[in-house]
């Protein structure tokens, strides 16, 4: 279906707020084709690129991507030293589209972990867009969802300890407030690429409530109209937060 078709089936008024994105599929596109897995992972930077334009012309605010996960360090080192090249290299040329397009770029996750170009480069460009206020880009880049879990808990220990706050005062909204992705709100929309159906450790605790949408696609085949879809199907969905259809309809 042709895209203008698409985005006309989709209601301005309710395009969610926050869209999350687990990435998946790079290898297996490349794979398919006899080609490299890297080179997979290259041509995912270009749906990166269409995605985030997309989101922000929406009205997106906020588009968190599932870069690079904590688990992914036990893939080849090949292919982990390839794919930290690219971020080096994708964060340097994409400045100025980030710019352009008025869109800031955020991170979470243990980037003080990563290789020094590749976090020398994600705070440049971080300092770059940081007066950006159409939409926010964020990178998860060394996270997983258990590890944020375990330093927020860590934080909040030393804080009852020193006797800045007391066991009774510990509740969902301080734990939020103490996650990496505390400054964000939770996403209204998960979207998982490459026909696999489990979240792989990330936003554990954010996408409680979240609607999640599973295709198969591949994420370098995941285009404008994969996200129009994606979004349709959303806006399709009743958000009951555990109440009735009678009382959201109230």
């Excluded at 279906?1 to 290898?27: F, V």
């Excluded at 006899?34 to 690129?49: I, N, T």
């Excluded at 080192?77 to 080096?88: C, R």
């Amino acid at each position: 279906m042709p895209a203008n078709s698409l985005l006309s089936q989709i209601n301005k008024d309710r395009i969610p707020g926050h869209i999350a994105i687990i990435m998946d599929g790079n290898g297996r596109w490349a794979k398919k084709r006899a080609l490299p897995r890297v080179v997979g992972h290259e041509y995912g930077v270009k749906s990166v690129r269409t995605v985030a334009e997309t989101a922000a012309k929406l009205g997106v605010k906020y588009l968190t991507l599932y870069t690079f996960s904590t688990e992914n360090w036990n893939r080849p080192q090949l292919e982990v030293k390839a794919i930290m090249a690219l971020l080096v290299r994708t964060i340097r040329k994409e400045v100025a589209t980030l710019q352009k397009n008025d869109i800031r770029l955020r991170t979470i996750g243990n980037i003080e972990a990563l290789p020094a170009d590749a976090y020398r480069e994600l705070q440049e460009a971080m300092e770059m867009t940081k007066d950006n206020k159409r939409m926010e880009l964020v990178l998860a880049l060394n996270y997983s969802a258990r590890w944020d879990l375990v330093q927020a808990t860590r934080q909040i220990a030393e804080q009852v300890k020193k006797g800045i706050i007391e066991p009774e005062q510990i509740d969902e909204t301080l734990i939020s407030k103490t996650l990496n992705t505390g400054e964000f709100p939770e996403p209204e929309l998960l979207i998982r690429t490459s026909g696999e159906y489990r979240i792989s450790n990330f936003m554990l605790w954010e996408l409680a409530y979240g609607e999640f949408y599973f295709t198969d696609i591949y994420w370098p085949e995941f285009d404008q109209e994969a996200l129009y879809k994606a979004i349709i199907d959303y806006q399709k969905r009743e958000r009951r937060f555990g109440k009735t259809s009678e009382q959201i309809h109230k």
